[in-house]
């Protein structure tokens, strides 16, 4: 079987382009350039765009599985080329999906519903690869400024998320299955910088900004306002689900969830 990966040189497709060759699959890579993907040797690499269907023409021979994101453009909006995408899909005689949600559902996801493919939705909660954000100034000045609203997050590990569409990609069972994903730990913002200090020997002090200094923080870094206002909300109004721990990572692949601490280990040289 060919698995086509969407989304190949982002952050949860290039755990899984790795994963899908490391259990033995063939795997066509898509990106909108090849030439700075960066992708394994073992990945047949193609050129594609998914707001423009007709650059998509040319990669679907052979290909039975399918990993797609729900996003695209310069503005990362949701995708309206969804119906397209299904169509081409099912022309090819792709048999299982893995769809790996967005904040704002797309099309991709209705053009599946009104489909015979059978798919597999993906809907983590936040990535722990988030916590980049917070390298730069741990790394420069081993202070971290923030509006922190006490919130606890279960964010899950980026390697989890493509362990369980991996899974779904090569067995059997689990099409029409909708997988919320979490990490094994709801952790607060102070609970994740202890963990990164402990990690790289060195204190890490939180500054609390309040919402309006965020704001500002947030606007001189050319966050664009209607980030800014989800980014105050998550901290003034979390979602509840954010921090409900579940136990799918485990349930699908068959191995706990990666822990955060885990996560900072493997990343520890960019806060150092
Ligand atoms: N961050 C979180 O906490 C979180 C939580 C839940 C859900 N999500 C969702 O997860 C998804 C991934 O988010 P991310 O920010 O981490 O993104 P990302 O991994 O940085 O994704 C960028 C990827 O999208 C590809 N891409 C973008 N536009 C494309 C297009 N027009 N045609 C083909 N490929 C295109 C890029 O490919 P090339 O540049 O190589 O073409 C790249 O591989 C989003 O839908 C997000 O809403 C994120």
Redesign the pocket.
């Given at each position: 079987m060919t698995v086509l990966v969407?989304?190949?040189?982002?952050?949860?497709?290039?755990q899984l382009v790795e994963q899908l060759i490391r259990a033995g699959e063939r795997v066509r890579a898509?990106?909108?350039?090849?030439a700075?993907?960066k992708l394994p040797a073992e990945a047949e690499v193609v050129q594609?765009?998914?707001?423009?269907p007709d650059?998509l023409r040319p990669v679907w021979d052979g290909v039975t599985g399918l990993h797609l994101?729900?996003?695209?453009?310069?503005d990362?909006g949701?995708?309206q080329t969804g119906h397209e995408i299904v169509e081409m899909a099912t022309k090819a005689g792709v048999q299982r999906v893995t769809v790996?949600?967005?904040?704002?559902p797309s099309t991709v996801e209705q053009a599946l519903d009104d489909s015979d493919l059978g798919w597999t939705s993906l809907?983590?909660?936040?990535?722990m690869?988030?916590a980049l954000d917070l390298a730069e100034s741990i790394r420069t000045e081993g202070v971290v400024r923030a509006f922190d609203g006490g919130r606890a997050s279960a964010?899950?590990h980026?390697a989890d998320?493509a362990a369980v569409a991996a899974t779904a990609l090569i067995q059997n069972g689990h099409a029409g299955k909708a997988y919320a994903l979490t990490g094994p730990q709801a952790l607060t913002l102070p609970d994740k910088l202890s963990t990164i200090s402990a990690t790289i020997g060195r204190p890490v002090e939180l500054v609390r900004l309040t919402e309006e200094q965020a704001r500002e923080d947030m606007r001189a870094s050319g966050y664009p306002d209607e980030y800014i206002e989800f980014a105050i909300q998550l901290e003034t109004n979390p979602p509840v689900e954010g921090s409900i721990v579940l136990p799918t990572v485990e349930e699908v692949t068959s191995r706990p969830a990666r822990t955060f601490a885990q996560w900072v280990a493997e990343h520890a040289h960019l806060f150092r």
């Amino acid at each position: 079987m060919t698995v086509l990966v969407t989304g190949a040189t982002g952050t949860v497709g290039r755990q899984l382009v790795e994963q899908l060759i490391r259990a033995g699959e063939r795997v066509r890579a898509l990106t909108r350039d090849p030439a700075v993907a960066k992708l394994p040797a073992e990945a047949e690499v193609v050129q594609g765009d998914l707001t423009n269907p007709d650059t998509l023409r040319p990669v679907w021979d052979g290909v039975t599985g399918l990993h797609l994101i729900t996003f695209g453009g310069d503005d990362g909006g949701p995708l309206q080329t969804g119906h397209e995408i299904v169509e081409m899909a099912t022309k090819a005689g792709v048999q299982r999906v893995t769809v790996l949600g967005g904040w704002d559902p797309s099309t991709v996801e209705q053009a599946l519903d009104d489909s015979d493919l059978g798919w597999t939705s993906l809907r983590p909660v936040e990535f722990m690869a988030n916590a980049l954000d917070l390298a730069e100034s741990i790394r420069t000045e081993g202070v971290v400024r923030a509006f922190d609203g006490g919130r606890a997050s279960a964010m899950v590990h980026e390697a989890d998320i493509a362990a369980v569409a991996a899974t779904a990609l090569i067995q059997n069972g689990h099409a029409g299955k909708a997988y919320a994903l979490t990490g094994p730990q709801a952790l607060t913002l102070p609970d994740k910088l202890s963990t990164i200090s402990a990690t790289i020997g060195r204190p890490v002090e939180l500054v609390r900004l309040t919402e309006e200094q965020a704001r500002e923080d947030m606007r001189a870094s050319g966050y664009p306002d209607e980030y800014i206002e989800f980014a105050i909300q998550l901290e003034t109004n979390p979602p509840v689900e954010g921090s409900i721990v579940l136990p799918t990572v485990e349930e699908v692949t068959s191995r706990p969830a990666r822990t955060f601490a885990q996560w900072v280990a493997e990343h520890a040289h960019l806060f150092r």
